[in-house]
C-alpha cells in the first residue's frame, strides 16, 4: 500500500520492527491513517504534538520530549586534549556499544510494545550510523586511547547557525569525571569558530539524569511535546 500525503515513510525503523513505520505529519489524519494501518503491514504509526484527534484514533503518549537551548556567546572554550572527531569503523563500533547500553527513557525503551533488546538495537545502529557519517560524533577517551563517550552533532559539516545534539553518552565505567562537559566544550568551540550561534537539544522530561545535566551548562527549555505512538494490537 502507498503511504498517504500526510505521512512519511521510515525505513530505517522498518528494519528493526519488522514491517512499515509511518510518520504521520498531519495528526488531525490520525484516525485516517489508523485505517489504513489496519489494512497494511504498518507496525508503527508515529506522531508528534497535541491533539485529541490522536486519543481518539487509539494513540499512546510515548514519552515527553524537552526542546532546550544554548545562545554561543563570547569566545570559544579550548578544545579538550582527550576529545576528537570519531573516524572510521572501530570509532563507530565503540560508539555504537555505549549507546546500547546508555539509552533507557527514549521512546522505543519507553513503549512496553517494543522489546528492550530491539530498543537497544535501534540506539546502537543509530550512533553507528551517525559516527559513520551522518553526523559529527565527537568521542571522549581514556589515557589508552579508547572511547569513553560519544556526542553526535548535527548537522555534520557545522554549515547552520545552530546545531543540534542528536545523542550524547558515557560509558558507565567513566561516568563522573567530566566527560560529558568535556564532548559539550568540543562541540562549542568548533560551532563558535564555524560562526553559529546556537545549540539546541532534545531529551525526554522523564530523563532527569539528562536535564539536570543540560541545565547545568546553562541551557534554557523553550518547548515540551508528547511523542505518540500506535501500534496494532
Known amino acids: 500500500m ?82 576528537r572527531v570519531a573516524e572510521g569503523d572501530d570509532d563507530a563500533a565503540a560508539c555504537g556499544r555505549i549507546a546500547a547500553a ?10 512496553p510494545r517494543i522489546p528492550n533488546d530491539v ?35 548535527l548537522p555534520a559539516d557545522l554549515s547552520q547557525d545552530q546545531g543540534v545534539i542528536d545523542l550524547i553518552a558515557v560509558d558507565q565505567a567513566y561516568q563522573g569525571r567530566g566527560d560529558g562537559r568535556s564532548l559539550f566544550a568540543a562541540i562549542c568551540h568548533d560551532l563558535m569558530k564555524a560562526g553559529a550561534s546556537a545549540i539546541t537539544v532534545g531529551t525526554q522530561a522523564e530523563n532527569t539524569g539528562s536535564t539536570a545535566f543540560y541545565e547545568a551548562l546553562g541551557f534554557q527549555e523553550i518547548e515540551r511535546s508528547p511523542v505518540w505512538h500506535w501500534m496494532p494490537s
Open 2 to 83: 502507498p503511504v498517504p500525503d500526510y505521512c512519511k515513510d521510515d525505513p530505517f525503523l522498518a528494519g528493526f520492527l519488522g514491517g512499515s513505520v509511518w510518520n504521520l505529519t498531519d495528526a488531525k489524519q490520525a484516525v485516517d491513517a489508523v485505517a489504513l494501518a489496519q489494512h497494511s503491514a504498518v507496525v508503527l504509526l508515529v506522531a508528534r504534538g497535541d491533539d485529541s484527534a490522536l486519543t481518539e484514533a487509539g494513540f499512546r503518549v510515548a514519552a515527553t520530549t524537552l526542546t532546550y537551548r544554548f545562545e554561543l556567546t563570547g569566545s570559544p572554550p579550548a578544545f579538550p586534549d582527550h576529545v
Open 102 to 111: 546508555a539509552f533507557q527513557y527514549d521512546r522505543f525503551h519507553a513503549d
Open 119 to 153: 530498543a537497544d538495537d535501534i540506539k546502537a545502529r543509530w550512533t553507528q550510523n551517525n559516527a559513520l557519517g551522518r553526523a559529527r560524533t565527537y568521542v571522549s577517551t581514556d589515557k589508552a586511547g579508547q572511547v569513553t563517550g560519544f556526542l553526535a552533532l
